[in-house]
C-alpha cells in the first residue's frame, strides 16, 4: 500500500510539475507574439492538451508549447453550457470590481435590488433613450453604473462631453444635462475615459449601450426597464 501510495503521489507531482512548465511554455511564448498583452493566468481547460488562457476581459486557448492560439466558445454538450461565457462572465465581474465605482457615475434607488454596468456614448441615441427613462429603472431597484465608451474615439466631441461630464462638479446632473443634448462648459481633469474605453474593447463591445449586468453577462443595446428586471432577477 505504501508503494503505491509513493506512486500516487509521485504521479501528482508529475503532472504537477508538467502542467507548471507548459504554463511556463505558454506564457513565454505568448509574451513574446503580444508582448503588450498582460496575462493573468494560464489553466488546464476541460480539455486534455488544451490551456485556457485569462488576459483582462478576454479568455482564449493554447496548445501546452503555446505554440497555436484558438479563439472562440467551449461548449460543454451534454450539460448544455458555454464553459467560455460563464468564465468569461466572471472575468468581466473581476475587472469592473477592479475598476471600482470611484471611476464610476452612478445613479441608485432608495431600495436597490440589482446592480448593472453601463457603457454610454453622450451621443448614441439608444443611449439617451435609455437615460431618459433613468427614473424608471431606479423605480424597478436598478443601480445603473455609467462608463464612457465615445465610438468617434479619443479626441472626438463626444470624448470631450465626457471628459468635460467627468469633470463637472455635480457629474450625474451634468451628465443628464449632455444626454439630453445641452450644452455644457468645456472642463478637463483628470479622468477615467481612457480606462472605460479600454474596459469595453476589452469586453468585446460593438455598439453602445452595453449593459454589463451583476454576474457579468453582456445585454447589447437598449433594454426597457422592467425587462431588464425580470432578466437581473431571473440570474
Known amino acids: 500500500m505504501k508503494k503505491i501510495s509513493h506512486l500516487l503521489a509521485l504521479s501528482a507531482a508529475m503532472a504537477c510539475g ?3 512548465a507548459d504554463e511556463a511554455a505558454i506564457k513565454k511564448a505568448l509574451s513574446e507574439f503580444m508582448p503588450e498583452g498582460k496575462i493573468d493566468a494560464v489553466k488546464p ?3 486534455h492538451g488544451l490551456y485556457e488562457v485569462t488576459m483582462g476581459g478576454n479568455i482564449f486557448y493554447a496548445s501546452e508549447d503555446g505554440k497555436y492560439l484558438v479563439q472562440g466558445q467551449l ?3 451534454q450539460a448544455k453550457k458555454n464553459i467560455t461565457e460563464t468564465k468569461l462572465a466572471g472575468a468581466r465581474k473581476a475587472e469592473l470590481d477592479k475598476l471600482g ?4 457615475i452612478i445613479f441608485k434607488p432608495d431600495t436597490p435590488k440589482h446592480t448593472v454596468s453601463v457603457f454610454t456614448d453622450i451621443d ?3 443611449c439617451r433613450k435609455l437615460h431618459s427613462e433613468i427614473d424608471q429603472y431606479l423605480a424597478q431597484g436598478i ?3 455609467y462608463m464612457f465608451f465615445p465610438r468617434a474615439g479619443k479626441g472626438s466631441d463626444s470624448y470631450k462631453k465626457a471628459v468635460s461630464v467627468w469633470c463637472a462638479a455635480d457629474r450625474n446632473k451634468a451628465l443628464t444635462t449632455a444626454k439630453k443634448g445641452e450644452s455644457l462648459d468645456s472642463k478637463s481633469c483628470e479622468n477615467p475615459v481612457d480606462e472605460h474605453m479600454a474596459l469595453g474593447e476589452a469586453f468585446g463591445m460593438n455598439g ?6 451583476q454576474k457579468g453577462n453582456i445585454l447589447p443595446g437598449y433594454v426597457p426597464a422592467a425587462q431588464l428586471a425580470k432578466i437581473l432577477a431571473s440570474e
Open 18 to 20: 508538467q502542467a507548471v
Open 124 to 126: 448614441c441615441g439608444y
Open 75 to 77: 461548449f460543454d454538450v
Open 101 to 104: 465605482e470611484q471611476k464610476m
Open 208 to 213: 453602445t449601450p452595453m449593459i454589463v449586468t
Open 143 to 145: 443601480t445603473v453604473r
Open 45 to 47: 481547460s476541460e480539455i
